[in-house]
């Protein structure tokens, strides 16, 4: 069974940084694509940062692009959101998902079956 599980919230200023990381068990596919959503009180799942695996492009959303990366260490199962130059605006609850294959749209919610519980960042001016 595929488990995703979050960490690395937490509460910064802005100008700050966070590294996201979400542990994969269970999954143990050649092609997939896995990516980091947050979603804000009173607003829908925002798609942040995609990557496709194998070949590692990535995709960003125009709002993070500069100051977010996407990354992810195969050996250890891991995917990870490092946070640069942090705005009061990212303030959200984070999600990591994951997909068993490359999906035409990584940063659409609907794209990813799999989902982890949420870390929370916050972010004060």
């Known amino acids: 069974q595929v488990q995703l599980v979050e960490s690395g919230g937490g509460s910064v200023q802005a100008g700050g940084s966070l590294r996201l990381s979400c542990e994969v068990s269970?999954?143990?596919?050649?092609?997939?694509?896995m990516a980091w959503f947050r979603q804000a009180p009173g607003k829908g799942r925002e798609g942040v940062a995609g990557?496709?695996?194998?070949?590692?492009?990535?995709h960003l959303a125009d709002s993070v692009k500069g100051r977010f990366t996407i990354s992810q260490d195969n050996a250890r199962k891991t995917l990870y959101l490092q946070m640069n130059s942090l705005k009061p605006e990212d303030t959200a609850m984070y999600y990591c998902?994951?997909?068993?294959?490359?999906?035409?749209?990584?940063?659409?919610?609907?794209?990813?079956?799999?989902w982890g519980q949420g870390t929370q960042v916050t972010v004060s001016s």
């Open positions: 990557l496709y695996t194998p070949g590692g492009s990535a």
């Open positions: 269970g999954f143990t596919y050649n092609s997939y694509t």
């Open positions: 998902a994951a997909s068993t294959f490359w999906v035409t749209s990584p940063l659409a919610a609907g794209s990813f079956r799999y």
